[in-house]
């Protein structure tokens, strides 16, 4: 065995936590000749399901799975780890926006940022929580005043690039893997921008292959927008399996050198990249050298359309974080 990958997992009780655990212990997101060390943290009153789960992951006798830790102390949690996937906190309800969970979710991520910084050398973390950007922007900056890099930092917008190709895909009528180039644009929220026109199908631009711009820009948009909302409506309870897989997906794509041309989506640090306000978590096209360093891709043709989004859920990430100010370091 080459090595052991410490992950810590927050709210790993919860449905997230559920559907991706024995996905990450049994080696197909970190591959199959790396152990893997699972760091568990929960809030006290979850702690017994939370050993339900683990009599789950002993019961699945995975060889890579080193050893699992839980813990209700964030410190412990994120000792020593080189993943973090901050998944713990409150999920919205049938009529809610993400947006309306910040003020009860905004604070976990103080603490965790803060422990985050004492416990973990060289990590990477990925807030899932919601609402994500937001979340992740508090963690970092605490990590961040205590010399953790901004770069480390990503908040989930892969559940929705998943879910854009997948409607691009069956509106082509391709296989999914067909459609690659897909930008999300800023906020994992209702005003994201899912960028068709730059995305390709088997290479090509996706409005030559549609054809079909009005749905490009009305349809599609709204779909990939209230994804979240449907799921909701549809099954009661937030996405899990999903978010749990595009989770490990993100993983994987830092992990790994991106194929040539194409890149993958992430809320990260704005460095004012497209024009847009440094210091939010606003989410972009990336690529990753598969060594631990990632770069945003530049020079993207942006129509007037487009720049109207991007600048829409721009306005919304500065809102949130004008209603979380308090908890910035
Ligand atoms: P859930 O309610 O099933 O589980 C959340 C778990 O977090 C619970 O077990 C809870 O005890 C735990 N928790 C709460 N506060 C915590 C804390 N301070 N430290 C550690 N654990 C804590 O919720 P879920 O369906 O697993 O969703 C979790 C979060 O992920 C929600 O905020 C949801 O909106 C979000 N989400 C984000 C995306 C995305 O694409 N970014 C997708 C799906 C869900
Ligand atoms: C999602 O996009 O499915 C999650 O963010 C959950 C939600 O509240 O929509």
């Not at 929580?129 to 892969?158: E, K, Q, W, Y």
């Not at 994201?192 to 749905?215: C, F, K, L, S, T």
């Not at 989770?247 to 194929?259: G, Q």
């Amino acid at each position: 065995m080459a090595r052991t990958v410490k992950v810590a997992i927050t709210g790993a009780a919860g449905q997230i936590g559920y559907a991706i655990l024995p996905r990450l212990a049994s080696g197909e997101v970190f591959g199959h000749d790396v152990r893997v060390s699972l760091h568990l943290l929960e809030i006290t009153p979850a702690l017994k399901a939370l050993e339900g789960v683990v009599m789950e992951l002993d019961d699945c006798a995975f060889p890579l799975l080193d050893d699992i830790v839980i813990t209700d102390q964030a410190d412990v949690a994120f000792d020593g780890i080189n993943w973090g996937l901050l998944i713990g906190s409150k999920p919205r309800g049938p009529g809610m926006e993400r947006g309306d969970l910040i003020k009860e979710n905004g604070p976990i991520f103080v603490g965790q940022g803060q422990a985050m910084a004492k416990a973990a050398e060289d990590v990477r973390v990925l807030v899932v929580g919601n609402p994500a950007n937001t979340n992740c922007l508090i963690a970092l900056s605490h990590a961040h005043a205590a010399g953790v890099p901004r770069d480390r930092f990503h908040a989930m917008t892969r559940l929705d690039q998943n879910r854009a190709q997948a409607q691009l895909a069956q509106k082509a009528g391709v296989k999914v893997a067909e459609v690659t180039n897909m930008a999300i644009w800023g906020n994992h929220s209702a005003t994201q921008y899912p960028d068709a026109e730059n995305a390709r199908i088997g290479g090509r631009p996706v409005p030559d292959v549609i054809g079909h711009m009005a749905w490009l820009r009305e349809e599609f948009i709204q779909v990939v927008q209230q994804r979240g909302a449907a799921v909701i409506d549809a099954r009661g309870l937030s996405s899990a399996a999903s978010a749990a897989n595009a989770a490990l997906d993100h993983v994987v794509s830092v992990e790994s050198a991106t194929p040539e041309g194409d890149w993958f989506s992430s809320g990260v640090y704005s460095d004012g990249s497209y024009g847009i306000e440094e210091g939010l978590m606003y989410s972009v096209p990336v690529r990753s050298d598969g060594q631990g360093s990632w770069e945003v891709v530049q020079g993207l043709e942006l129509s007037d359309f487009a720049r109207e989004k991007i600048k829409a859920t721009e306005d919304e990430l500065k809102e949130e974080r004008s209603v979380i100010a308090d908890l910035l370091a």
